[in-house]
């Protein structure tokens, strides 16, 4: 059983690539939905809800797990691993490395939440694998709320206002690279790339999921395929999004928990 979690419901966008790259491993996914959003919160709290989550994960038995969220990724992976003792993945280290490895110009756009980009974290990965790269890195914090509430068509000019104030520094800068430092940012890929045309995206939910495939146990990736979905606040909501998110009908079951408990 493989676990994949998210302040919400932008880890959904992993969770599909995870399915599509291992689509015989069993999936539990957990959204954070009555918490979210992370983004704006201190490390502290970041780190208690991320802890809640991994003790959820145990009690699941998961064999491995992918925090599918930039935020947690920035500033709790650490502070997981040093009391879970099965494959964790984040989204920063795989994202950075396949950044790196599209830039032509060597300047590289992050964006992601107000935590993320106060972390560095990116910008960190970036520098270990790749010296020479130059990084920018922008706060986006009102696309979480813009995704969470639908605001997603490619032509919707809430959001193209929004990203064009947000981008115009990597713009400035001259970026050819832009890493969605967080997880809820693919669904508005589009509203992004009519702001930055010439850019290339990358998708930190995809690279993600490929390393959480690299590094699950082999056992793991033989089950029946399914998905088991939890959540913290309402299941109807989650179902609902999940179907605009997904395009297509989200019929796995959701169960909705007390993660306060964990
Ligand atoms: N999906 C989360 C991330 O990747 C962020 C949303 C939030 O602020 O909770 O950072």
């Known amino acids: 059983m493989i676990g ?9 966008t992993a969770l599909r690539e995870a399915r599509r790259i291992m689509p015989n491993a ?3 996914y957990f959204g954070d939905t009555g918490r979210v959003p992370y983004g704006s919160r201190s490390n502290d709290t970041i780190v208690r809800y991320a802890t809640q989550i991994m003790h959820f994960m145990a009690e699941m038995r998961v064999d491995a797990a992918l925090a599918a969220c930039g935020t947690v990724s920035s500033v709790a992976l650490e502070s997981l691993r040093s009391f879970c003792h099965i494959p964790l993945i984040g989204v920063v280290e795989p994202t950075a490395k396949a950044a790196a490895a599209a830039t032509k110009n060597g300047r590289i756009g992050v964006i992601g939440t107000g935590a993320t980009i106060k972390s560095g974290a990116f910008e960190r ?17 009102l696309f979480v709320p813009l995704v969470e509430n639908g605001f997603i068509q490619a032509d919707d000019v809430v959001t193209l206002e929004v990203a064009r104030r947000y981008l115009a520094p990597i713009g400035a800068f001259g970026a050819d690279t832009l890493i969605l430092g967080c997880t809820h940012f693919p669904i508005i890929a589009e509203s992004i790339k009519r702001t930055l045309p010439d850019v290339t995206l990358i998708n930190s939910g995809r690279e993600a999921a490929l390393a959480l495939s690299e590094a699950a ?11 088991t979905c939890y959540v913290s606040d309402n299941p109807e909501n989650f179902r609902d999004v999940a179907s605009i998110f ?17």
Do not use: M, N, T, W
Not at 4 to 12: E, Y
Not at 125 to 141: F, N
Not at 246 to 262: N, Q, T
């Open 4 to 12: 994949i979690f998210d302040s919400g419901l932008g880890g959904l």
């Open 26 to 28: 069993d999936f539990i």
């Open 125 to 141: 990965a970036l520098a270990r694998i790749s010296p020479d790269v130059k990084a920018i890195g922008e706060a986006c914090p």
């Open 217 to 227: 146990p082999a056992h793991s990736l033989e089950g029946h395929g399914s998905l």
């Open 246 to 262: 997904l395009g297509e009908r989200f019929d796995a079951p959701i169960c909705k928990i007390d993660i306060e408990r964990y």
